[in-house]
């Protein structure tokens, strides 16, 4: 009762879900296309062609950073907004259904999100905001 005790840390939050793709008149733009920009905000902008030893010997301090991060990106679901975040991964299968052109009309793709940093209460109380 009269001790204190030290919080040391939380882990960011992850974020799971499905998104579903389907395509009702046009499969190019409706499914891959979308997909496609998904897949580029899964990405980083930009990845080092150098090592880590390489980049810092030649690029001083910047260097022992030489990648770039995805960009941020933001989920609004239910009224609650988290943010921000970033698209740790995409899952697309590779089959599916699809139209003359090779373009599939439906796709399940699973997806998940990563905070930068672990949430405080002050961070899940501003989700409803």
Partial sequence: LNS???FT???SV????SLVFQAW???KTEVEDALEQLQVWASPRTLSAKSLLVSGATDGLKGMFPS???PLVQLQYGGKTYSPMVIESVSAPIT???NKDGHRIAVKVQ???LSLTAWDA???????R
């Avoid at 992850?14 to 879900?17: M, P, V």
């Avoid at 002050?122 to 409803?128: E, V």
């Fill in 4 to 6: 204190r005790q030290i």
């Fill in 9 to 11: 840390s939380s882990n």
């Fill in 14 to 17: 992850r974020i799971s879900g």
């Fill in 25 to 27: 008149a046009n499969a």
């Fill in 68 to 70: 770039e991060i995805p």
């Fill in 96 to 98: 599916a259904p699809m």
């Fill in 111 to 113: 997806i998940s999100f």
């Fill in 122 to 128: 002050q961070n899940i109380t501003n989700m409803r």
